[in-house]
């Protein structure tokens, strides 16, 4: 079975800053997605960004960017110039398509607490 | 379409009743997912459907849990004879089979077992 550790369980950054959440997976599939999701306070779960692992070139949306070492099984998230909207909880989640080759369910890591402050 | 539905968004029962909870998906999305999230932690997977079939079942959905899908359109999770550790937010979810853009998820129904 696929296990996601996010290792940071709350995590502060100052508006305009920088900040790297870590997450760390467990696999022995060679084809698989994993994403970043948002859940701010009392609000549903969004999708961030999302990374294909046959591809080489890491993700980016915008202010949100991926570090992925596949070898490593690391998948990091940079947020870069952080705005007091990106406190929430953000998880890390990981998909291994069923064999029929469509979408199956998330797993997802215990999640890291950000707190952007002025 | 306003996205997946969740009702109630909250519900306080007391232990040892029955609670049902609805989901309505995104009309066009053939697959939907029922997540359990506790405080603090990430959703766990309950169970899932594509339409009307029942795919698979975790095992931490007890015989005390039980999801339809009957008309392939919204779903119910109930929850017979609540114990106070099925305190949790239950979130629902959709996507289509081959969509791998991750899910649309709802706001979740939390359940509070006094």
């Known amino acids: 079975a696929q296990t996601v550790t996010q290792s940071q369980p709350e995590m502060s950054v100052q508006e305009a800053e920088t900040v790297t959440l870590s997450c760390t997976y467990d696999?022995?599939?060679?084809?698989?997605?994993l994403f970043w999701y948002k859940q701010p306070p009392s609000r549903q779960m969004i999708l961030v960004i999302r990374q294909e692992a046959y591809k080489q070139q890491n993700a980016t949306e915008n202010r949100f960017s991926v570090n992925f070492q596949k070898a490593a099984k690391s998948f990091s998230l940079k947020i870069s110039d952080s705005q007091l909207g990106d406190t929430a909880m953000y998880f890390c989640?990981?998909?291994?398509?069923?064999?029929?080759?469509?979408?199956?369910?998330?797993?997802f890591g215990t999640g890291t607490r950000l707190q952007v402050t002025l | 379409d306003t996205g997946v539905s969740q009702d109630p968004r909250h519900k306080i029962t007391k232990r040892g009743q029955n609670v049902t909870f609805r989901c309505d998906p995104i009309s066009e999305h053939n697959r939907l997912y029922w997540y359990r999230q506790t405080l603090g932690q990430g959703p766990e997977f309950l169970t899932y459907f594509q339409n009307e079939a029942q795919l698979e079942k975790s095992r931490l959905l007890s015989d005390r849990f039980s999801a339809e899908r009957p008309k392939g359109s919204f779903s119910t999770l109930e929850i017979q004879r609540t114990e106070q550790g099925d305190s949790a937010m239950y979130l629902c979810?959709?996507?289509?089979?081959?969509?791998?853009?991750?899910?649309?998820f709802g706001s979740g129904t939390r359940l509070t077992v006094v």
């Open positions: 989640a990981f998909m291994k398509p069923l064999n029929t080759g469509t979408a199956s369910k998330l797993t």
């Open positions: 979810a959709s996507s289509s089979i081959y969509d791998f853009s991750g899910y649309t």
């Open positions: 696999t022995s599939e060679s084809n698989y997605y």
